[in-house]
C-alpha cells in the first residue's frame, strides 16, 4: 500500500513538472530603477531585464503616483536593439502602458526602455514605481514566459538649478560687473572735470562779503583798505572820493594815488548756470566774459558766443557791450548793445544770468 501512494506522488509530480516544462518556456525578472528627482525638473527612469532568453514580445503596466509625476517619452533601451518596436500609453493618469515586439529576441540582462517623468512634486515627496500585468512570449514558439517583478521609486529632493538658469546668472553677472566698471568710469571723469573747472548754480542774491584784507584793484598803486564808515552811499551817483565807501556791501574805501583814474570795484555773481567761478570782482580793467577759456568770466553755456560781452568801467559807470554775439546779450530783459549799468541789473548772457553789483 505504502508503494502504491509513493508511486502515485512520483507521477503527479512528473506530471506537474510536464505540464510546467510546456506553459512556461522560460523565466525572466524585470526590475524598475530607483531614482532621485528635482522639483519642477525631469527624471529618467530605467525598465531593466535580467535572465532574457529569446524574448520576442513582452507588456506590462508603470503605476506611479500621478500627484508627483507626469510622464513624458518612452524609449528603447540599449537591450531591445534596432529591430525592436516599442508603443506606449499615458491616457490614464498614474498608468503608463509598455508594449515591445522584436524580431531579434531579447537575451541576456540590460535596459529595456527608460522612461522620462516631468516632477510635479515638492521635495520630500516620493512616488513608489510598480509593474502590474506583465505578460512576456518566446519568440519561436510564442510560449508564454514565467515573469518576476521588482518595484522601483523616484524621490524628489531639493531644488536643482537647470543648465539654462545657470548661464543666465553668469551673463547678468559679467552684465552687472561691467555696469559696476562703467558707472565708476563715468563718475571718475565727472569728478575730474569737476576739478578742472569748478561749476557754480547759485541763486538769486548777494555772495558773501569780501574777506577784510587790504586788496589792490585797478591800476597799480591804487590800494583799496576796510574799515567801517558812518554811512554807506549807494552807487551809481557821482564819482568815488577819497574815504567814500565804493559798496555798501564791501566796506571798502578807496585811496587814489596821484593821477591813477578812479574805477569803483564791481562784481558779476552767477544767478543761473554754470561759470569758471561763482562770481568775479571786476577792476578798472574790464573783464571778457563768453565760453571761450581765455575769457576772465568763463560760462560754460552752449548758447553763449566764444566772447560774448565785455564789462569796462566808462569813467563814470559800469558798461555791457554785447561784443556781436549770436544770440545777444540783454539786462533786465531787453536786448542792448551797450548799457550803463545800475546796481542789481540782471545781465542775460545765453541762457546765464548775471547780476551786477557795483
Known sequence: MRKHIILAVLCVGLGLALFASGVWASSVTLRVGSVQAAPGGAVDVPIQVQGASNIGAIQMVLVYDAAVLAPETVTRGPLAGSNALLDSNTQTPGRLGLGLVTLDGLQGDGTLATVRFKVLGSAGQSSPLTLEKVEAWEKTSYAPVLVATEPGQVTVGG????????????????????????????????????????????????????????????????????????????????????????????????????????????????????????????????????????????????????????????????????????????????????????????????????????
Open 159 to 358: 531644488a536643482a538649478i537647470p543648465t539654462e538658469a545657470l548661464v543666465l546668472l553668469a551673463v547678468c553677472g559679467c552684465g552687472g560687473l561691467l555696469l559696476v566698471l562703467a558707472l565708476v568710469l563715468v563718475a571718475g571723469l565727472v569728478m575730474m572735470r569737476a576739478r578742472r573747472r569748478p561749476a557754480a548754480s547759485l541763486a538769486y542774491g548777494y555772495p558773501p562779503a569780501m574777506p577784510p584784507t587790504s586788496q589792490t584793484y585797478g591800476y597799480p598803486q591804487a590800494s583799496v583798505s576796510h574799515a567801517s564808515p558812518s554811512s554807506t552811499p549807494s552807487y551809481p551817483g557821482p564819482a568815488p572820493t577819497p574815504g567814500v565807501p565804493l559798496t555798501g556791501s564791501t566796506q571798502a574805501y578807496y585811496t587814489p594815488a596821484a593821477g591813477v583814474p578812479i574805477a569803483p570795484v564791481a562784481r558779476l555773481v552767477v544767478a543761473q548756470g554754470q561759470a569758471s567761478i561763482p562770481y568775479l570782482d571786476v577792476s578798472a580793467g574790464g573783464v571778457i566774459i563768453g565760453r571761450d577759456p581765455a575769457c576772465g568770466l568763463v560760462l560754460y553755456d552752449p548758447q553763449a558766443s566764444g566772447q560774448h560781452a565785455r564789462l569796462d568801467w566808462a569813467g563814470h559807470a559800469w558798461v555791457i557791450r554785447d561784443l556781436n554775439s549770436r544770440n545777444g546779450t540783454y539786462v533786465n530783459g531787453v536786448r542792448v548793445a551797450s548799457q550803463a549799468l545800475r546796481s542789481g541789473d540782471q545781465i542775460v548772457v545765453g541762457q546765464t544770468v548775471l547780476v551786477f553789483q557795483g
